[in-house]
């Protein structure tokens, strides 16, 4: 093992980590900056839009811009409920009613099959 | 059946006829059909994993830990450890048969980047979106694939080896096996069953070190609540994250590229269908297929080795150092924060990836210290940067040493 160990190039090793993690912290500190900076360049091209449609009202304060999240989640949750309650009213009462119908030789007890048969009296 | 019942140098008439001679074709033909069963060729390596199998099955259903994964591979080492007489293209390692050529689509890495694809489907990088510096608690975490790397040398690995198994330190399966079957494909059922097994037992692992390394005071500390991110900003996410990661390490190409497409296929609003099959059925065929086959490449003979044992040890190993870089990283990043703007340190852990479980064990720890304090979304962003973190070290990996 002491043999193998000595025959490894450390020095290979140490480069491939320091440099492995230094590459996995750049990617992401990358994509921080990007994302750090979208919604400023958005909201920008937005404010240009509305200035040239004389929309745009000024505030003093930019952090009100954005809604927390919890506050969509509860409008949300409130929505959702909302909506899957929306049904037609209903009596809520379950029962078996008998239901009277006129009469129709279609439904006639008389004129059914048993009482075609041909039958004999003696 | 008559063939095996025959068997050596004995005819199916042989069994037939009468006579004196039927007496002993048949306890020859019965004791060739002896031969042939899984009773007569058992080892005890065998046995071993069979319990290995059923513990597996055993933790997914009474403890609930990663059904979706342990099920299957359970499942798979059972069959894998199904003793069998060699030369009927039964087992997975023999060409031809039915598991070899599932089995195909771990070697060559065609499974991960179809799960990542899923993953990117389901996943909504929100949390990550609206407050980016969470980020580094991701890519602070993959200590863990680098720690392991060290330790894998000093335990005598040959190099490649020893990047294989330092991607389990990534707590991120599907990358594990891709990095392995690129790297070391006679390591890659010793590398996955150790990477899910332990991610799996992530509600195990981490919070002890949580307990060790944050302090009360430090756990009820309060994180402002994310804003809502815009549609646009979360259609661009894909794209941008897709080329900016993929132009630094393109050799993570098949999984990010699959993940953020995945990702694009949610947001973009437009391919709702596609999205839809991506996240749920054609993650569950793909899931269904890698842990069948992962857990049926834990054949005794190749698995049960001094090496396949150093890999458990070194993935232990890797889970607890992940878990402790992430802790103090959020730790150190608090010294910079100010007052009201500092992060709780709890969500380091989640950046070890093994989505979405290490996320709900942050969730769960931060309740125990206040039961009105949730983290779980917080813990959302340091986790699925973990994903593009291990991805990105796995891409590393594979540039340096293929």
């Known amino acids: 093992m002491f043999y193998m160990l000595e025959a490894v190039n450390w020095s290979q090793i140490w480069v491939i980590t320091a440099v492995g993690y230094s590459v996995v912290f750049a990617a992401l500190v990358l994509l921080i900056f990007v994302f750090k900076y979208v919604p400023k360049v958005l909201n920008m091209q937005l404010k240009r839009k509305l200035i040239k449609q004389g929309k745009y009202v000024e505030r003093g304060d930019s952090e009100e811009q954005f809604i927390a999240g919890e506050v969509n989640a509860a409008i949300g949750t409130a929505l959702g409920l909302y909506f899957s309650d929306l049904h037609d009213e209903e009596s809520k009462i379950i029962t078996i009613k008998r239901v009277e119908r006129r009469y129709s030789p279609w439904s006639s007890k008389i004129y059914n099959i048993n009482n075609v048969l041909p039958t004999t009296h003696r | ?402």
């Open chain 2, 1 to 402: 059946m008559v063939s095996v019942l025959a068997g050596g140098d004995a005819s199916a008439q042989d069994v037939i006829q009468g006579g004196a001679d039927s007496g002993s074709a048949l306890s020859k033909g019965m004791s060739t059909f002896w031969n042939y069963t899984g009773f007569s060729n058992i080892t005890l390596g065998n046995v071993v994993m069979l319990l290995v199998g059923l513990f597996f099955i055993f933790l997914a259903i009474q403890f609930n830990y990663e059904p979706l994964l342990l099920v299957p591979i359970g499942t798979g080492i059972i069959l894998g450890n199904i003793p069998f007489i060699d030369g009927f293209q039964i087992g997975i390692y023999e060409d031809g048969s039915v598991l070899n050529y599932l089995y195909y689509g771990v070697v060559k890495g065609i499974y991960p980047p179809l799960i990542f694809l899923g993953i990117g489907a389901m996943t909504d990088f929100s949390s990550l979106i609206s407050n980016p510096r969470l980020m580094l608690l991701g890519a602070a975490a993959q200590i863990g694939v680098f720690g392991t790397f060290i330790g894998a040398m000093a335990l005598g690995f040959e190099i490649h080896q020893a990047g294989a198994i330092s991607i389990i330190g990534g707590a991120d399966g599907p990358t594990a096996i891709f990095a392995s079957s690129k790297l070391a494909p006679e390591l890659i059922g010793s590398i996955a069953i150790a990477a899910y097994s332990y991610m799996a037992l992530v509600p195990v692992i981490q919070p002890p070190i949580m307990k060790l390394m944050i302090s009360k005071k430090e756990r009820l500390i309060r994180m402002k609540p994310p804003r809502a991110v815009s549609k646009t900003e979360k259609i661009l996410f894909p794209l941008i994250g897709m080329i900016l990661t993929l132009f630094i390490s393109p050799t993570a190409l098949p999984l990010l590229g699959m993940l953020f497409f995945g990702n694009l296929l949610k947001e973009s609003g437009v391919t709702e269908r596609l999205a839809d099959t991506a996240r749920t059925k054609m993650i569950d065929i793909v899931t269904i297929l890698l842990g069948l086959t992962v857990g049926a490449s834990t054949q005794a003979s190749v698995f049960l080795t001094k090496e396949s044992m150093m890999i458990f040890v070194l993935g232990a190993a890797s889970f607890i150092v992940a878990t402790a870089g992430g802790l103090l990283f959020a730790k150190i990043m608090n010294l910079f924060l100010k007052e009201g703007n500092k992060i709780n340190p709890l969500i380091g852990a989640a950046g070890v990836s093994a989505v979405p479980d290490s996320a709900r064990v942050v969730q769960h720890e931060g309740l125990k210290s206040d039961p009105t304090n949730h983290l779980l979304m917080h813990a959302m962003a340091p986790n699925v940067s973990g994903v593009i973190g291990s991805a990105v070290a796995a891409g590393i990996m594979l540039s340096f040493l293929m």
